[in-house]
Every structure is written in structure tokens, then in C-alpha cells.
């Protein structure tokens, strides 16, 4: 597959998911199944800051050993992290 198609698959789980929790009223922001050692996705569904992303971010690259980098803000609700050594 290739990326587009992947960011689209990812992006319609990510908005079913975003749904749920918006029907739910009690998600707060998710790391997705595309986090793994090298980057983490957020979905938001609560009004976190990025600096309070950054902060998860950083907890979950530490993991790996590495550092959270802010990537990119796909939409008002995926943010992504570069895990970077």
C-alpha cells in the first residue's frame, strides 16, 4: 500500500474513532495504532494544547529512548511527533 493510501485508512479510523468518543463524551486524546518507535499520532478530541501533546509525546518517545518533535497538525484533530534519537 502505499503512503497516501495509508493516511487515508488511517485518517477514516481516526474519524469512526473521533465519532465514538465524540457519542461517548468521555475520550481524551488517543495515541493511535500508527504510534510506534519513530513517531507518535495523536487524536484529539479534547481542546489539549500542544504544549500538553508535547509533554505525552516526549513520555512516549522516551520509551524508545529518543525525543518527541513536533511534525505536523493533520486537520484540527491529529497531531503527529517525530520520535528522533
Request: proline share 1%; hydrophobic share 40%.
Amino acid at each position: 500500500m502505499n503512503r497516501k493510501a495509508i493516511l487515508t485508512q488511517h485518517l477514516l479510523r481516526s474519524a469512526t474513532l473521533a465519532a465514538l468518543c465524540g457519542a461517548l463524551s468521555a475520550c481524551a486524546t488517543i495515541y493511535t495504532d500508527a504510534s510506534d518507535a519513530n513517531h507518535v499520532t495523536f487524536i484529539q478530541t479534547t481542546n489539549e494544547s500542544r504544549a500538553d501533546l508535547e509533554l505525552k509525546a516526549k513520555a512516549y518517545c522516551l520509551q524508545y529512548g529518543k525525543k518527541a518533535v513536533y511534525k505536523e497538525t493533520e486537520g484540527s484533530m491529529i497531531t503527529v511527533f517525530n520520535c528522533n534519537p
